[in-house]
């Protein structure tokens, strides 16, 4: 088995690196990107993987091509190549708004193309990624890319549409998580306690309620209300996020990160018709 990495960015890397730790030999990986030697020469001398500057021959050689250049990039990256790709490999496509059916077409063959959406987490093993299977790909196909992003996190299979709603949720979810933090942080400062103490508190408290979450199984307005006694400090801090309409304006942000995903891929699939 072989994989070819067209693209050798963060994402690449944390894919790259999970993978050669678990489940296949560094040798057995090449990365390309467009120009950026340095880059390359890193990943080799990281990860012991092969890297080629050749474009053409790296996707020659491959069982899977992975796309990891920029959305933006694709049209122009895959078109030049298209005629070194075969319907026996299996493309996954790491392109946010680039459809399977976008990258079929800019081929020119009846491509199996899995789509998938991880996050950033992926760089440390813990990404919640989603997987979506395209017209030509089989279930075995998605049993080769689900053991690929196992290897970086958890992985769940939707429906391709429902692509968008996963990149506003848990796509971009890290941002949010990192978004309230901040808060947290300078709130500690201002009730003044040190950085370093509040840090640690902050980031355990975090990483204790979701795992309350995922041991107990139980709803979260459930375990909010167990901590939250009447007349109590807890309750005073909700009673201030429910004015501040908290939980709506989360709603929204959610919301607007997927109107802004489809209107990314819209404006990418206009780019490359």
């Known amino acids: 088995m072989t994989i070819t990495f067209l693209g050798a960015g963060s994402m690449a890397e944390a894919l790259i ?22 880059r390359l020469t890193y990943m080799q001398q990281t990860y012991g993987v092969r890297i080629e500057t050749n474009k053409e021959q790296a996707v020659k050689e491959a069982d899977i091509v992975i796309l990891a250049m920029k959305p933006k990039d694709v049209a122009e990256s895959l078109t030049p190549i298209a005629h070194a790709f075969h319907e026996q490999q299996l493309i996954i496509s790491l392109l946010a708004g680039v459809t399977t059916d976008t990258i079929a077409s800019l081929i020119g063959k009846q491509m199996p193309v899995i789509r998938s959406m991880p996050n950033t987490s992926a760089a440390i093993g813990q ?42 949720l848990s796509g971009s979810g890290p941002a949010y998580v990192y978004y309230l933090v901040e808060a947290m942080e300078k709130a500690a400062d201002e009730i003044g306690l040190e950085r370093d103490i509040a840090k640690e508190l902050i980031l355990q408290t975090i990483i204790g309620a979701a795992h309350m979450l995922k ?12 901590v939250t006694s009447p007349g109590g400090t807890t309750e005073a801090g909700i009673e201030v996020l429910e004015r501040y309409r908290y939980q709506e304006a989360m709603i929204a942000c959610i919301k607007r990160a997927t109107e802004r995903s489809k209107e990314l891929g819209e404006a990418l699939l206009s780019s490359v018709q």
């Open 17 to 38: 690196s999970g993978v050669t730790q678990t489940l296949y030999e560094p040798k057995q990986m090449i990365v390309t990107n467009r120009s950026r030697m340095e």
């Open 127 to 168: 990404s919640a990624t989603a997987l979506a299977q395209g017209a030509y790909a089989t279930d075995e196909h998605v049993h080769m890319a689900k053991e690929l992003f196992e290897t970086v996190g958890i992985v769940t299979i939707v429906d391709e549409k429902h692509l968008h709603a996963v990149t506003g």
């Open 215 to 226: 041991a107990t199984n139980k709803h979260p307005s459930v375990l909010r209300k167990e």
